[in-house]
């Protein structure tokens, strides 16, 4: 796992303590109930902040929000 996985399974532990977050970097977010819709809004403001990044409206589609991996890529991009 890489350090931006890491960071970003560490912030989602922190903001998300009623869920056990998986290790498993690929398991989808959405489906499995860890995170919702109103959790993304939360999580785009937190991302740009840590990652000194701005996501464009166009990113911000639930496919990039499904699981750590598909987060990471978005920040690469």
């Known amino acids: 796992?890489?350090?931006?996985?890491?960071?970003?399974?560490?912030?989602?532990?922190?903001?998300?303590?009623?869920v056990v977050i998986p290790e498993?970097?690929?398991?989808n977010l959405l489906d499995?109930?860890?995170?919702?819709?109103?959790d993304?809004?939360?999580l785009i403001a937190s991302l740009e902040?840590?990652?000194?990044?701005e996501l464009d409206g166009d990113d911000i589609?639930?496919?990039?929000f499904e699981s750590v991996d598909?987060?990471?890529k978005l920040i690469a991009k």
Not at 1 to 17: D, Q
């Open 1 to 18: 796992m890489n350090e931006v996985n890491k960071k970003i399974l560490s912030m989602l532990k922190e903001k998300k303590t009623d």
């Open 70 to 72: 598909a987060i990471a």
């Open 49 to 53: 902040e840590i990652f000194g990044i």
């Open 24 to 27: 498993d970097t690929s398991v």
């Open 32 to 38: 499995s109930g860890v995170i919702d819709s109103f």
């Open 40 to 42: 993304i809004v939360d």
């Open 61 to 64: 589609i639930p496919e990039n």
